[in-house]
């Protein structure tokens, strides 16, 4: 199975773009499913499925045509499904600090609950071997962001806190529930937690399997668009992603001269920025249309401009993981961060990497877990850290 995930800064063409990518699959034989992570969903409207404004029919995979679901996770109904536990837990502490039953029911959603709902789905099709390719719709970077991040957060929870937690509360529950009127969680609570663990348990070794999940950032030629393209390029790499292809979409056409001449000058200077910033990761191009991009029709119109020798996009184009490991050495391909920028040190087993504010813990193999990170330099894009025994 293929997962194809779709990121960007906001408003630049990511659901057109996957919804396009989702059509050409499902014509090419694949077996697709187009699903949308954002929690602003849009992938009905681009399709324009005849839905209503806020129909429930897409929380589960909905057929657009053969071969091809759309499904648009929806956070009230998983909550009923795979959160109840939780989200009573939290209701009750909500209530407590005096809020009204449905005002807490609202307000028991944890951030990050949409993406860990989204991400079950992907691995029970995974699992199921429901589809050939998965093509997702992220919601703007930052959040697509906390999407990666959550196999990684919540083992890191699993590991340091959870267990710490449960055991503490065994002993002090009877006690503390006398004393407090905020009830402490309950041991189905834990139960419900350690239930959509197992759930998502594989899901990280999916996404950073480069011949399973690639990453395509799509972007604008301008200068704001791209340096979050930058940005986004070196969260993914950091997380273990691979991002095989940029795609520049709403280059203005030739036609728009005129009152777009200097706008048109300028897209052109960007995309050779791009260009050199990116290589060797291919850039596409998708040509600002004349009108939205909506429907069948005109998914189909960018679809052919973006594959247009009749490529297929579920092609694996780059095997190359950012993360490697050599002989007491630890390799991360990191396209253009800057050197005095990067920190590094040992916590644990694991080996935490800053770039300026942003930060991951990378397990180590068991062979490296004695040594210390002793020196970093930047090699041709790549960071290369070097790890030795203590003195
Ligand atoms: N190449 C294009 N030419 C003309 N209109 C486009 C093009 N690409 C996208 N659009 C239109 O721009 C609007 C935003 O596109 P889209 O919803 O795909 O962006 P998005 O990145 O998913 O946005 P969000 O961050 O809100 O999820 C839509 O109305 C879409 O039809
Ligand atoms: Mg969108």
Redesign the pocket.
Known sequence: MRILLYS?K????????AAATGLHLAKLGYKTLVMSV?P?H?LAD?FALKTTLFDARTADPFSVKPNLDVQEVNIQLEIKRHWRQVSTYLTSLLRTSGLGDVEAEEMAILPGMEELSAMMYVNQYRREKTYDVIVL?C??TAESLRFVAMPTTLDWYMKHVFTVERNILKVIRPVANRLSPVELPSDSYFDNVLELFGRIQGIENVLEDPQVTSVRL?SNAERMVMRETQRAFVYFSLHGLTVDNIIV??VLPPEADGFFKAWREAQTGIIDEMKAYFDPIPLRF????S????GLERLER?AEVLYSTGEDPALVTRAERPYSFGKNEVRLLLPFAIKGEIGLFKKGDELVVEIGTLRRHVGLPTSMVALQPARARLEDRTLVVEMRPLA
Request: glycine share 14%; proline share 7%.
């Open positions: 960007g906001g408003g630049v063409g990511k659901t057109s773009v954002d602003a849009s681009s719709d919601a703007p799509v979409n709403r998708a040509p600002l249309f009108e939205e991009v909506m960018l």
